[in-house]
């Protein structure tokens, strides 16, 4: 054991000897390992290297400036190799947008990469050497791995709203292969489970550090670890299916290639195509579907300016039921008024528009662009304009169905925010709706990690607030998920058909997290902060002579 805790602190002081290109690169390189942990591969086991070579960096810096920096490289690799996927948006105009490819991957890891490096500079400030050159290499201990993890959570909310959020590949969705190890997010959110995971992976680089037992982080881990799988699958254990009475819903993928999505020649074509597959008789023995549901924009038109169209999908709808879709909406009679939204439309047999939902969570340079003036040209989606955001999240009662909280695209990614609060101050509370329903279009990332990403993130939401999540996709992933976050039915990535299938009932009473939301994994974070801290300076004050 000795001569293992030997080994530990001598590549500790390699790391922390290491400079210019050759630490640069290193901190790159444990990103982009790192990564690996991320769906779809799940190497989870490479966050260990990544995470404890990250604070070995760190820690091994007499300036905090310089453990920023070290951060900051991690988190580009990291992010680099975890959203590269976003360029495929760019081929599909590549003569208009070929050239942006370099620049908005290496911009994309450029940003993302400042959030990594604030923690990193925390670690520095909060468990470091201060400006003691001969600390710098003492080694970490367990305060500093707690500290660590509170900062990285408290980073990862940041980038959840700062530039209106972006919680995307959060550290918890690593586990989203396992159905039990997903399960405390019903305690603590995505949030929290990342917060124990980088704690977790982080555990190690305590074996380098300076006291008697520097291998009790270790094993506290390995202990911690078990102990979700365990709670996870008793959880699971104790889950009992039950469906909505008298509903059956049909999921239309149709898989249409995003270059051809809006060819005006072509968009007939493609309504047809799934009002054909919406039509299709159910397997035998199967009831008939009640509501069907297609992806975002799958009719591509200006929905409320057709009323032909509206008369199709009436058709096309169950009598009692309603066919939901996305497609535009454009109010306004003159140009200059009008205003564009990304809206998803519930429409019944008798030809009614039932109700209508706008997204509110835009997508920054997909459907609108900030400092507009300066940066319009930058743009990727069809249409000149912006979209305009709606008034927020709703809970719509649809003919036929539980009340369902809509979200479009992305909206689903964000921890918390999937089921609307209301106003309390003007005590305004909404009804809680008993299920999610996403549609989105990952086209625009073809056959890349991105719709794998996208729909790992979705899952989380339905473990989080204890409801059904069903997931409607042009192409991506389109399922209907359980309460527990477990996947019954599932069209695949690149794959054109219809999926058919009961409406899980939420989990009986309402999940710790629903109920507290962020504030309990952040103020875990801050317990973290604090106490690794502590920890850290009771273990500097121990190795003064």
Not at 341 to 360: C, F, M, P, Q, T
Not at 503 to 523: H, Q
């Amino acid at each position: 054991m000795t001569g293992t805790l030997s080994g530990f602190r001598r590549l500790y002081s390699i790391v922390g000897g290491l400079s210019g290109w050759r630490r640069r690169g290193l901190a790159a390189g444990l990103g982009i390992l790192a990564a690996g942990a991320l769906p779809p591969l799940h190497l989870v086991f490479l966050l260990i290297p990544g995470l404890t070579g990250l604070l070995w960096l760190s820690l091994s810096r007499v300036r905090t400036r310089g453990a920023f920096v070290d951060g900051w490289w991690f988190g580009a690799g990291l992010s680099g190799a975890g959203t590269f996927w976003i360029s495929h948006s760019l081929t599909i105009d590549l003569a208009r947008f070929g050239w942006l490819i370099p620049i908005a991957v290496l911009g994309f890891a450029a940003v993302l990469g400042l959030f990594p490096a604030i923690a990193a500079a925390l670690v520095h400030r909060l468990a470091g050497p201060g400006r003691r050159a001969e600390k710098a290499l003492a080694g970490p201990g367990i305060g500093a791995v707690l500290v660590l993890a509170g900062a990285w959570t408290m980073t990862e909310w940041l980038r959840g709203w700062v530039f209106t959020g972006f919680p995307w590949n959060l550290a918890a969705t690593v586990w989203t292969f396992s159905d039990a190890m997903t399960q405390s997010v019903a305690l603590f959110g995505a949030y929290g489970l990342g917060l124990v995971t980088v704690a977790i992976a982080a555990a190690p680089a305590a074996l380098a550090g300076p006291g008697r037992r520097p291998w009790a982080a270790t094993v506290v881990a390995a202990v911690f670890l078990l102990g979700l799988w365990g709670g996870g699958t008793y959880r699971l254990n104790g889950a009992e299916e039950a469906f909505a009475p008298g509903v059956q819903l049909r999921l239309v993928q149709p898989n249409i290639a995003q270059a051809d999505k809006w060819k005006p020649e072509l968009k007939a074509g493609h309504v047809a195509r799934q009002l054909e597959m919406s039509y299709a008789p159910p397997a035998a023995g199967a009831p008939a579907p009640t509501h069907i549901i297609w992806a975002e924009t799958a009719a591509p038109y200006v929905m409320n300016r057709q009323p032909n169209l509206i008369r199709a999908l009436a058709e096309a709808a169950p009598v009692k039921g309603a066919l939901i879709t996305g497609a535009l909406r454009v109010t306004g009679d003159r140009p200059a008024d009008a205003l564009a939204y990304n809206s998803l439309y519930v429409v019944e047999a008798s030809g009614r528009i039932a109700d209508v939902y706008d997204k509110h969570h835009l997508v920054p340079f997909g459907e609108y662009v900030p400092f507009e003036d300066w940066l319009s040209w930058l743009k990727i989606t069809v249409g000149r304009g912006n979209f305009s955001p709606g008034p927020g999240g709703r809970v719509l009662d649809i003919q036929g169905l539980p009340p369902v909280s809509p979200l479009i695209c992305y909206e689903v990614i964000f921890p918390g925010a999937v089921v609307p609060t209301g106003d309390a101050a003007a005590g305004q509370s909404p009804p809680r709706p008993r299920w999610l329903l996403n549609i989105t279009n990952d086209a625009w990332f073809g056959v890349t990690p991105g719709p794998y990403q996208h729909f790992s993130a979705a899952r989380l939401r339905a473990v989080e607030e204890g409801v059904a999540l069903v997931r409607v996709a042009n192409t991506g992933i389109s399922a209907i998920v359980d309460p527990w976050g477990r996947v019954l039915k599932r069209l695949d990535l690149d794959t054109s058909g219809t999926l058919d299938g009961g409406l899980p009932e939420p989990i009986g009473g309402r999940t710790v997290y629903s109920l507290w939301g962020n504030a309990g994994p952040l103020g875990l974070a801050l317990l973290f902060l604090g106490l690794g801290g502590f920890l850290a300076g009771r273990a500097g004050q121990s190795e003064r002579p």
